[in-house]
């Protein structure tokens, strides 16, 4: 894919971005949303939806994704300088690059079947990026996994660990979100629902999945893990469960969308177990799409 088909250029979204120190936090807005209510929740939009805003946006989020997939190889370096340099890689080195761009987002230049699955996982990588970059008073992050490199990988989709002073000592709080995409029209009720009713039934198994996978972590959080389970089966104070949905700005709710959610998740009753969080963008399809521009931009 060449950079002509990109309204604005890699290497200007790379400007873009390093204007705001490749935080994709410095380019949209966080507006809290009934926060007396037992499940608050936060919208959050672009700033001014600008071209250049939504490139620095989309480029840092493409750039991530290589990052943590190729970071460890020579695929992340060979992938930025041509994608940088809008020069399109060949032979050894495109196919070192390929098998990092090919789950989710398919390869140029017709993708794969599964396009609905696109906007659906960079909206994860949306989640996952705000939740890195958030500040949250008295709160020290502690562990952030990744997105997997599949949409259809079975488990929680977002899990999140806190440290924050407890008297004298400190201690370890973890929240499991659950995230969806809504692209359609009307109204993200039954999706927020959709994702609860699926916290609720499968919660337990997600946790379980997350404390073998990080079970032989040191100190704390490895002492987390081997309580995680039965932390989140007794509703722990400790513990906590989001909704994360991406959609639409015309489909954003306006303030009672996630006041179905204790209804799912009744155990779930001390202050700031529930949360849950909106990201609105004009045309979100069309936002993860350019996402895949850039991926696809080094091809």
């Known amino acids: 894919m060449t950079e002509a088909n990109l309204v604005v250029s890699a ?67 060979l992938w930025r300088d041509a994608a940088l340099k809008g020069v399109a890689l060949t032979g050894d080195d495109a196919r070192l690059v390929q098998p990092f761009i090919r789950p989710v987002f398919g390869l140029p230049p017709k993708g794969n079947e599964a396009e609905d699955h696109v906007p659906g996982h960079v909206g994860e990588w949306l989640w996952y990026l705000l939740t890195h970059e958030e500040q949250l008073r008295g709160h020290e992050l ?14 929680g989709d977002g899990f999140v660990v806190h440290r924050i002073p407890a008297g004298s000592d400190t201690a370890l709080i973890f929240k499991l979100w659950e995230i ?7 109204s993200v009720s039954d999706t927020i629902t959709k994702a609860a009713t699926q916290l609720a039934n499968r919660g337990d198994e997600y946790v379980a999945k997350i404390s073998w996978a990080n079970s032989k972590l040191p100190g704390d959080l490895g002492l ?25 700005m015309a489909t954003a709710p306006k303030r009672a969308a996630f006041t179905q959610v204790p209804t799912y998740l009744p155990q779930l009753v001390h202050p700031g177990q529930l949360r849950g969080l909106v990201i609105a963008a004009e045309d979100f399809t069309a936002f993860a799409t350019q996402v895949r521009g850039y991926l696809w931009s080094a091809l």
């Not at 502690?142 to 488990?155: D, I, R, Y």
């Not at 969806?180 to 009307?186: A, I, L, P, V």
């Open 11 to 77: 290497a200007e979204a790379d400007q873009a971005a390093a204007a705001g120190a490749y935080a994709v936090s410095a380019f949209m807005t966080r507006t809290a949303k009934a926060p007396a209510a037992a499940c608050p929740w936060e919208l959050i939009g672009f700033a001014d939806g600008s071209a250049q805003e939504r490139a620095a946006v989309a480029w840092i989020i493409a750039d991530k994704i290589m990052t943590e997939r190729a970071g460890h190889c020579r695929g992340y370096q």
């Open 142 to 155: 502690a562990l952030l996994e990744a997105p997997s490199w599949s949409v259809t990988e079975g488990g």
């Open 180 to 186: 969806k995409k809504f692209t359609g029209g009307g």
């Open 224 to 248: 987390l893990m081997t309580e995680l389970t039965e932390l989140w089966m007794r509703a722990d104070p400790r513990g906590g469960a989001g909704v994360s949905v991406s959609t639409n």
